[in-house]
């Protein structure tokens, strides 16, 4: 006897991601036009204090991000666990370990830029992986899904970069996360900074060439007008 849709392992498994992309789509999307709102409320004084009006929520957006890697263990999602790995790592170190433990650095301007890149990028694609999870598919969001990252992604890595830039005097002044070890050893985090700059950009070299393979492959089938002779 078969059972019925909804019990079946797929129904169930396409359901659960339907819910995380969701949530992800409307916490990104509540970020994105709070911003937005903001600035054409209070103009450039918003950027100031982005962090402090939306930061939790990306917090919270970037932790629960997490999961991908585990749907990617499990083979719910079909995706290449390093470069996601690296993408999120990126994030995850940027917004916990430069911004959140430096106020001085919640206050500047590439904290805003580096949000709206964050959430452009993430809007179109969970509302592109939303929707192909219930087998919807426009042609033109594949595309753009596809495409937007291709100019926005280095810009987010020179944002991150410039963030990490800018916040190197703090952690000079203030000695976070620098500790002394056992034989006269000291980790001092300003040099870790400097060498995570390194394979930054290292890590986005291997996740373009990644993504854009991704990209070649998915659009292979894309339809091409012709010009009439």
């Known amino acids: 006897m078969a059972l019925p849709a909804w019990l079946q392992p797929r129904y169930r498994k396409n359901t659960y991601l339907f819910i995380y992309y969701l949530i992800q789509f409307c916490g990104h999307s509540w970020i994105f036009t709070n911003m ?24 919270v957006c970037q932790s629960i991000s997490l999961l991908e890697l585990l749907h990617i263990c499990v083979g719910i999602e079909p995706n290449h666990l390093l470069p996601r790995f690296l993408q999120l790592t990126e994030r995850i170190i940027i917004l916990f370990v430069v911004i959140t433990s430096q106020e001085e650095v919640q206050e500047k301007y590439v904290v805003c830029v ?4 964050w959430n452009l990028l993430d809007m179109v694609r969970y509302t592109y992986s939303m929707l192909s999870v219930i087998g919807i598919s426009y042609a033109v969001l594949t595309w753009l899904s596809q495409t937007l990252w291709m100019p926005i992604y280095p810009l987010c890595v020179l944002a991150e ?6 916040s190197l005097p703090y952690f000079e002044s203030s000695g976070t996360y620098s500790t002394k ?12 900074l400097k060498m995570y700059l390194m394979m930054l950009f290292i890590g986005m070299y291997f996740t373009y060439s990644h993504l854009y393979s991704e990209r070649r492959d998915v659009l292979q089938g894309f339809p ?6």
């Open 161 to 166: 970069a410039f963030a990490i830039y800018q």
């Open 36 to 59: 937005t709102v903001r600035f054409f409320s209070f103009g450039e004084d918003s950027m100031v204090d982005t962090f402090y009006a939306i930061g939790l929520v990306m917090r």
């Open 114 to 117: 580096l949000f709206i890149f």
């Open 224 to 229: 091409v007008k012709k010009k009439k002779v």
């Open 181 to 192: 070890l056992p034989f006269d050893l000291a980790i001092y985090f300003p040099y870790v």
